[in-house]
């Protein structure tokens, strides 16, 4: 394939070594001119490890030359890949500015060239930016339409600086968010042979995806840190202690507990959270993100009880009281706390949980349960229809397929809120369904 690539810091500079390696021929494209010299004279404009090597090899088998020319390079290339910087203006949004500027001299070269082309984003961009705002500039310039010649993808780069090019060879996978089927079998084709799962999605979700992925290493490495010191000051090593935390791939290093849905609860999260919070403060090491669980945890209680209020109903069937299904433990379950906010707003509760019954209720789970909600035997009901009899709003904390057969059943005219993420709750009949994230 011809592909142009516009920028060539870090992300373009290593697309341009790695893509003839791929069999492709790359015309790199920048603003500043050093740039533009240093790979036509075979060198890097980055330091990253065989990236040198790569560029050198490319350039010599005339496979890679850059150039300041959009019109050069678009009507010599059949893909675009944009990887110029996007910056944080100072309220921290990311500054478009440089992406803005090359959709728009693409777009307007597009009217001088003859045959299809694809634009693919891969500067990191909050999601909807694609869309919302790179469509529109880059159909004004170009005079096309999607499908006429014309399609515009987002593709994050995952690459780390350090190890770029290791990363190109083997990327965790490869997600790509197309306006228009042309965009998705382009870089099919331009990344052919590389290894990892290519997932085809929407723009909005490829752009999402590249955000959590920062995010999320951002809290793994802020983790790490707050519990390593909290150990140190234990005189405990906090790296062997995760190294063997890491060893556990079923519920440490793994999709568990990643699936957003209501807050966390029962009788050990909760407890041993705030057991390692006062255990941090008494060794006076400060530990501010896992000092905020408690308080995130509440603010997705409040959000729940906010969706429920919203417009006034005050009849609600909840589904689900213990911490999780399949268990009668209600000890610190959000669903008592959801519950009882409600009660205490003059809420008129109708509860199902099959696995609560008042009358086995023991020990620690019977005193909390009669100190959180006194007359919980007359909100309990004995059958899902029960529960559903007069109800306006539909809370799902959790729900066995037969109580959301009835569920679904008794959906007509009713609001769902699901907490839980039920698929087939989501086209009960004439109801208005909402999930809490989602
Ligand atoms: N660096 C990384 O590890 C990494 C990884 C994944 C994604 N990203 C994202 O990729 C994007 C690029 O990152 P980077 O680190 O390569 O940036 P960078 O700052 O190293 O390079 C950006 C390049 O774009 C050039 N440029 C600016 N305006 C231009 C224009 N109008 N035409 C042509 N070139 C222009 C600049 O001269 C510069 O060479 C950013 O959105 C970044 O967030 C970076």
Same mark, same amino acid.
């Given at each position: 394939m011809k592909i142009s690539v516009f920028g060539l810091g870090y992300v373009g500079a290593v697309s341009c070594g790695c893509l003839p390696e791929l069999g492709h021929e790359v015309i790199g494209v920048d603003t500043n001119p050093?740039?533009?010299?240093?790979?036509?004279?075979?060198?890097?404009p980055v330091v990253e490890e065989g990236i040198n090597e790569l560029i050198a090899k490319a350039v010599a088998e005339g496979k890679l030359r850059a150039?300041?020319?959009?019109?050069?390079?678009?009507l010599n290339s059949d893909v675009s890949l944009i990887s110029v910087a996007t910056p944080s203006n100072p309220n921290y949004s990311p500054n478009l500015t440089a992406v803005d500027a090359v959709v728009r001299s693409i777009g307007a070269t597009l009217r001088k060239k003859q045959g299809a082309h694809v634009i693919v984003l891969r500067s990191t961009v909050p999601p909807g930016t694609t869309e919302e705002r790179i469509l529109p500039i880059l159909l004004e310039a170009s005079g096309r339409q999607i499908g006429d010649g014309l399609s515009l993808v987002f593709n994050p780069e995952f690459l780390?600086?350090?190890?770029?090019?290791?990363?190109?060879?083997?990327?965790?996978?490869?997600?790509?968010?197309?306006?228009?089927?042309?965009?998705?079998?382009?870089?099919?084709?331009?990344?052919?042979?590389l290894p990892g799962k290519f997932e085809r999605t929407t723009t909005q979700i490829a752009e999402s995806v590249k955000y959590l992925c920062n995010v999320f290493h951002a809290m793994k490495i802020v983790f790490?840190?707050? +519990?390593?010191?909290?150990? $140190?000051?234990?005189? @405990?090593? =906090?790296?062997?202690v995760m190294k063997i935390f890491c060893q556990d791939t079923q519920l440490n290093i793994s999709p568990a507990y990643l699936r957003p849905g209501f807050a966390f609860g029962g009788s050990c999260l909760p407890k041993e959270v705030k057991g390692f919070l006062t255990m941090a403060r008494d060794l006076e090491v400060p530990i501010p993100t896992l000092s905020a669980l408690l308080d995130s945890n509440?603010?997705?209680?409040?959000?729940?009880?906010?969706?429920? +209020?919203?417009?006034?109903? $005050?009849?609600?069937? @909840?589904? =689900?009281?213990a911490f999780k299904p399949g268990t009668d433990d209600m000890r610190d379950s959000p669903l008592v706390v959801l519950a009882e906010r409600m009660l205490?707003?003059?809420?008129?509760?109708?509860?199902?949980?099959?696995?609560?019954?008042?009358?086995?209720l023991l020990g620690k789970n019977k005193e909390f349960i009669e100190q959180e909600i006194p007359h919980l035997?007359?909100?309990?009901?004995?059958?899902?229809?029960?529960?559903?009899?007069?109800a306006e709003v539909i809370v799902i904390g959790h729900a066995d397929a037969e109580a959301r057969q009835a569920i679904i059943a008794h959906a007509e005219g009713r609001r769902i809120i699901d907490l839980s993420g039920y698929a087939d709750l989501r086209s009960a009949a004439g109801a208005h369904y909402e999930?809490?994230?989602?």
């Open positions: 050093l740039k533009v010299k240093m790979i036509n004279n075979g060198q890097s150039t300041h020319d959009v019109e050069d390079a678009v780390r600086e350090g190890s770029s090019v290791k990363d190109f060879h083997n990327p965790p996978q490869t997600v790509v968010g197309s306006l228009g089927e042309a965009g998705y079998e382009a870089m099919e084709a331009m990344y052919k042979g790490a840190n707050e +519990a390593g010191s909290v150990l $140190k000051a234990c005189n @405990l090593d =906090g790296r062997e509440e603010a997705h209680i409040k959000r729940a009880y906010d969706m429920i +209020a919203k417009n006034g109903r $005050k009849k609600v069937a @909840l589904f =689900g009281l205490g707003k003059g809420f008129e509760l109708a509860i199902f949980d099959r696995f609560v019954k008042i009358s086995r035997d007359k909100l309990l009901h004995e059958t899902p229809e029960a529960a559903l009899k007069d999930g809490i994230c989602w």
